[in-house]
């Protein structure tokens, strides 16, 4: 039988976790599906990442709303897929706070990739009706922005660390707790999705950045919260050598004449044994080995994702 396309098998409710990471400082996570996060300024929430569809963002608040009432003044998005921003008219602010490349691929792509990404995660798409059109930030940024918490509650600094999961990804820093929340540059026991990624400059100099924040508590995009250095530097390391691994294996099939295809069962040979039971994991490797392999072509920057294009890779790279 063949294997069924992306995630669109995958119905199943996962359960929410609900972590107060410090005091004002939460992270719901669930079972390998997309975390969001929210922090307390003295008199306001910032949230970070709105989920796919109003829908879904309205039971996150929900969940928050037992323990905090204070308005929502910003939201911010870590990059420009669908199911991390289409949810955004549910937080009821007009702060919506992103890269500036960001924005800049929501208006170049932002239409395709929510058709491809309902196609492949019919799940996280609750009640798409909801849905009122894209998002757009209201907020761009190049390098770094700061919010004043207020009070003694410090700063909530936004960074971009380089080009990785997308062009355009942000994080989200809280010195004082040393709390990174990471988005999808940063995967904690879960898969990566590289089909819009720079791989080489993910696997190093990005990852080098975000490294260098002395997190104690990381929260990345998918997957448990690492608490403690040791469990936050082997969410990096495990991320790093997710991409390393991916790199030599399709230079490897390149070098001796290979096919995407000879590509894709090398990589997933060398990576099934760590990573194979782990979320997303048989999703998301067809799409980041044809993205891997155009980039070691000289393809710059990604290909659209459409859903047509979505299921020839799909239907191409099946035994």
């Given at each position: 039988m063949p294997r069924p396309f992306a995630s669109s098998a995958?119905?199943?409710?996962?359960?929410?976790?609900?972590?107060?990471?410090?005091?004002g400082v939460y992270a719901l996570t669930a079972e390998g599906?997309?975390?969001?996060?929210?922090?307390?300024?003295?008199?306001?929430?910032?949230?970070?990442?709105?989920?796919?569809?109003?829908a879904a963002a309205r039971d996150w608040l929900t969940v928050l709303r037992a323990h905090t009432d204070k308005p929502i003044r910003h939201l911010v998005l870590s990059h420009y897929h669908a199911v991390r921003t289409l949810g955004a008219s549910a937080f009821g602010t007009s702060s919506i706070i992103a890269h500036d490349r960001t924005r800049a691929l929501i208006a170049e792509r932002g239409k395709q990739d929510w058709?491809?990404?309902?196609?492949?995660?019919?799940?996280?798409?609750?009640?798409?009706?909801?849905?009122p059109g894209l998002t757009w930030p209201t907020v761009t940024f190049s390098r770094t922005l700061s919010i004043d918490l207020g009070g003694d509650r410090g700063e909530l600094d936004l960074a971009y660390c380089g080009r990785g999961h997308t062009e355009g990804d942000i994080v989200a820093?809280?010195?004082?707790?040393?709390?990174?929340?990471?988005?999808?540059?940063?995967?904690?026991?879960?898969?990566?999705?590289?089909?819009?990624a720079f791989h080489r400059e993910w696997a190093s100099g990005t990852l080098d950045h975000i490294a260098g924040f002395p997190a104690e508590t990381l929260v990345g995009g998918r997957g448990v919260v690492a608490h403690g250095r040791d469990k936050v530097r082997a969410a990096i390391a495990q991320t790093r050598e997710f991409l390393t691994v991916m790199i030599r294996e399709v230079q490897?099939?390149?070098?001796?004449?290979?096919?995407?295809k000879d590509a894709f069962h090398a990589v997933h040979a060398a990576l099934a044994p760590d990573y194979g039971g782990w979320p997303i994991f048989e999703h998301c490797l067809p799409f980041d080995v044809s993205r891997l392999w155009d980039e070691l072509d000289g393809i710059e920057r990604p290909r659209i994702w459409t859903a047509e294009r979505d299921r020839q890779v799909w239907s191409e790279l099946q035994d």
């Open positions: 995958d119905l199943s409710d996962k359960t929410q976790t609900l972590e107060i990471l410090a005091e599906d997309p975390n969001v996060g929210a922090i307390e300024g003295e008199d306001f929430l910032v949230c970070f990442e709105a989920l796919a569809t109003p058709e491809s990404e309902f196609g492949r995660m019919p799940r996280l798409f609750k009640d798409p009706a909801t849905i820093w809280l010195p004082r707790q040393r709390i990174l929340f990471a988005g999808d540059l940063v995967e904690t026991q879960a898969a990566l999705y590289t089909g819009d490897a099939v390149r070098d001796r004449g290979g096919t995407l």
